[in-house]
């Protein structure tokens, strides 16, 4: 019997947790399939990805820093890709093109409604951020219709750029960090700061009694963001574990058709970040 080939891509690539969520998928779904992390130059992506399709590989995650290279690689690009700008799942088709997707926005919403029990429709968002990261959530997000999504960002004009890309899909206002005022119902998090152990520069009135928020980032500890917001009042915090493993999900199930249980996978991921 065949083992089918898949792999995640980055430099550097070490810490990737890919492999160890996607081989507790194929176990738990009897997949026969191998999944390995590999360290690629920068100079020499778009050869290592179109040598690893040729040579019988399945599927690719693509990581920091080559997902808009990905994007621009792929021969055709789903919906959620073509927002977001950026790729993190690929594939081929039956005629062997390389077909690009985004999974991370979808991800960080499942983690959210389905392990959080949080509830987007009609609530007040705010989301931090005009980089990347929240590119690739805001379609997934403003798909749930809250009533209300806040974009605010350090640079004003990043966050006013960002959100008139996506005013065809619902209403987004843009505004500096301190010209912000709350509370808010969800507080999302997309910049990097809980990685340099920062927090953004958030007046303490964006947080109410009832105010959840999210970090995109994760650690050992509670990050930074969620130790400052539990300290100013919010209901409850939660970090971006849960999304890594949800948007690994999404690349499992468009690559084999099988929507794997995360639950037990998301626990055991955190035990061993936690030991």
């Known amino acids: 019997m065949s083992i089918d080939r898949y792999a995640v891509m980055g430099n550097p690539i070490k810490h990737s947790k890919s492999p160890q969520i996607h081989k507790a998928f194929a176990e738990q779904a009897d997949q026969h399939m191998t999944y390995t992390s590999m360290l690629v130059p920068e100079a020499q992506f778009e050869e290592s990805v179109r040598r690893f399709f040729a040579e019988g590989g399945k599927g690719l995650n693509i990581t920091v820093p080559f997902k808009l290279r990905a994007f621009d690689l792929a021969d055709e690009l789903t919906e959620r890709a073509l927002r977001a700008k950026a790729v993190n799942t690929l594939w081929q088709n039956n005629e062997g ?6 999974t991370d926005g979808v991800g960080m919403v499942r983690d959210i409604m389905h392990n959080h029990d949080g509830r987007l429709a009609g609530k007040k968002l705010l989301i931090i951020g005009a980089g ?13 219709n809250p009533a209300s999504l806040v974009l605010a960002n350090r640079t004003f004009e990043k966050a006013h750029h960002l959100a008139e890309e996506f005013t065809d899909l619902g209403r987004i206002e843009a505004l500096h960090l301190n010209q912000l005022k709350g509370p808010f119902d969800w507080i999302i998090n997309g910049t990097a700061s809980s990685l340099q152990g920062e927090v953004p520069d958030l007046p303490a009135s964006v947080i109410g009694e009832h105010t959840r928020v999210y970090d995109m980032m994760y650690g050992k500890e509670i990050t930074p963001f969620n130790a400052w917001a539990l300290e100013h009042g919010a209901e409850k915090a939660f970090d971006g574990l849960g999304m890594l493993v949800e948007q690994a999900a999404e690349s499992f199930r468009k690559w084999r058709g099988v929507m794997p249980s995360t639950p037990t996978v998301i626990s055991d991921l955190r035990s061993a970040i936690s030991s």
């Open 97 to 102: 093109q390389i077909i690009g997707d985004n």
């Open 132 to 144: 990347g990261a929240v590119r690739g959530v805001l379609a997934p997000v403003l798909a749930e």
